[in-house]
């Protein structure tokens, strides 16, 4: 079974494929770093929304999220831009959790699991 892997660096690949499954690494705002959650959630899901549809999926087939709050407290703050975005009858498996992230300036981080 092949391996496809998108994105990568010299750490990580933001995204792997095998066989009917991708998996992506924890995305991060880039654009909003430092900005309020809401805007950093709309942004991280328009990230998964490309690379999902780079490896030849939709958030229609995620299997699984966990989110990654720097301060649980935000919790409503992410789930108001989550709702609007996740798609009704296709909602994933999902863990939410408050954690310390790699710089201050991160208030979430999103990783998923999904089919082709």
Not at 42 to 68: F, M, N, P, R, W
């Amino acid at each position: 079974m092949t391996i496809n892997r998108i994105g990568v660096g010299p750490r990580m690949s933001k995204a792997v494929v095998h066989g009917n499954i991708v998996y992506l690494a924890g995305q991060v705002a880039d654009k909003t770093v430092g900005k309020s959650v809401a805007e950093q959630t709309q942004e991280i899901v328009g990230i998964i929304d490309s690379l999902l549809a780079e490896a030849g999926s939709d958030k229609t087939k995620i299997l699984s999220a966990t989110i990654y709050l720097s301060e649980i407290a935000t919790f409503p703050e992410m789930n108001s831009v989550w709702d609007k975005w996740v798609v009704q009858g296709h909602t994933p498996a999902r863990a939410t959790v408050e954690a310390r992230l790699v710089t201050p300036d991160y208030k979430v981080e999103i990783a998923v699991i999904a089919a082709v």
